[in-house]
């Protein structure tokens, strides 16, 4: 069984940091993409981050560029999404995905989802 379990979210003040873990099972990570996604409530599901099977290409959202890094380490069966400079607008239920060898931004290419961990930013 494929699955993925987030972790890591929390509250934080604005300009915090945190850091999101994706801890994968059932498939051979190396062979896939991985996507963070985040929904506020009211708001479209968003594209985040990607980063390639290999870890040799990464994206971004022009949201977070600059201030959020997207890595894995395929040993570890784990991806990670650092987030520093957190905003108010930063709120919301992140998710990572896997999609099979692309790096991609849609959710709609993603078939595996984990449950979400919560990231609040406030003061």
């Known amino acids: 069984q494929l699955q993925l379990v987030e972790s890591g979210g929390g509250l934080v003040q604005p300009g915090g940091s945190l850091r999101l873990s994706c801890a994968t099972s059932?498939?051979?990570?190396?062979?896939?993409?991985i996507g963070w996604f985040r929904q506020a409530p009211g708001k479209e599901r968003e594209g985040v981050s990607c980063i390639t099977s290999s870890g040799g290409s990464t994206n971004y959202a022009d949201s977070v560029k600059g201030r959020f890094t997207i890595s894995r380490d395929n040993a570890k069966n784990t991806v990670y999404l650092q987030m520093n400079s957190l905003k108010p607008e930063d709120t919301a239920i992140y998710y990572c995905a896997a999609n099979y060898r692309l790096c991609l931004l849609s959710g709609a290419e993603y078939n595996y989802w984990g449950q979400g961990t919560q990231v609040t930013v406030s003061s």
């Open positions: 059932g498939f051979t990570l190396a062979n896939y993409a």
